[in-house]
């Protein structure tokens, strides 16, 4: 027995038989990438395999900064982007949650990954979260938290759950 539901731009199919639950944002991701290209009808999209190349994590000085209005446009598309990793889409969690550390002062470079993320998703539609659980009679959590462990002294955390 298929039981769907809709929440919160989320998409999610429960199979009682297989023991499953499929998560997709599809829609959300689409309207995401529909408004960047409505706000930045220049910005082509293009074909990538990966949400992030090599340079993710490099940053260099004196690259142009973005425009007052493009800043918000980048501020609001992570944050957008950041609402779907956490979601459904694991796969974009590292290039995305690299940019949230981006959006009180983004330069060139910032933009061109996330338009590298935009890109991937483009042409990643189909991929849906599928979460399996054949037993459930412990649940463990693994947290970790570091502080001050980035240049800017901010802190990192991560968690998983297993069955």
Known sequence: MMEM?????????HNRESKTVKINMKKYIVETIET?????????????????????????ENVEKL???RTGIFHSTVAKLLFVAKRARPDI???VSFMTTRVKD???????KLVQVLSYLNGSLEITLT??????????????GSYAS???????SGAVLTT
């Open 150 to 156: 980035h240049m800017d002294m901010r802190r990192q």
């Open 5 to 13: 539901y809709d929440y919160l731009g989320m998409v999610m199919e």
């Open 106 to 112: 983004p330069d060139m470079d910032d933009w061109h």
């Open 93 to 95: 969690l590292l290039a």
């Open 36 to 60: 960047f290209q409505e706000e930045e009808p220049e910005e082509r999209l293009k074909s990538v395999t990966t949400p992030a190349t090599n340079n993710l994590f490099k940053t260099r």
């Open 67 to 69: 425009s007052k209005r």
């Open 131 to 144: 979460l399996v659980c054949d037993k459930i009679d412990k649940l463990s959590w693994y947290i970790d």
